[in-house]
Nanobody
Framework: QVQLVESGGGLVQAGGSLRLSCAAS????????KGWFRQAPGKEREFVAA????????FYADSVKGRFTVSRDNAKNTLYLQMNSLKPEDTAVYYC????????????????WGQGTQVTVSS
């Protein structure tokens, strides 16, 4: 069974930090390309960060550059998103995604998705 499970979300004050994790299991192998997306209420799901399967190529949305860091531990088949200097506009449900072949910032490029974890940043 294909499974991606996010964790680490919560409520934090503006300026604070959170670290999201995404544990993969089943058919999602550790060498899949992976990404983070987020969806705020009433908005489209948007790209946040992506990392290739080796971990040496990363993309970030302009809105999070310099504040968020994507990383992975292939031995644990886990993806991470370190979020610093959080802002109220970062409030959203955060989703991890995976794909065996495509490395992209586009939502449609990812074949596997987790259920999401809520991040709320208070002002």
């Amino acid at each position: 069974q294909v499974q991606l499970v996010e964790s680490g979300g919560g409520l934090v004050q503006a300026g604070g930090s959170l670290r999201l994790s995404c544990a993969a299991s089943g058919r999602i192998l550790s060498n899949y390309n992976k990404g983070w997306f987020r969806q705020a209420p009433g908005k489209e799901r948007e790209f946040v960060a992506a990392i290739n399967w080796i971990g040496n190529n990363k993309f970030y949305a302009d809105s999070v550059k310099g504040r968020f860091t994507v990383s992975r531990d292939n031995a644990k088949n886990t993806l991470y998103l370190q979020m610093n200097s959080l802002k109220p506009e970062d409030t959203a449900v955060y989703y991890c995604a995976a794909d065996p072949t495509r490395f992209s910032t586009t939502r449609a490029s990812y074949g596997y998705w987790g259920q999401g974890t809520q991040v709320t940043v208070s002002s």
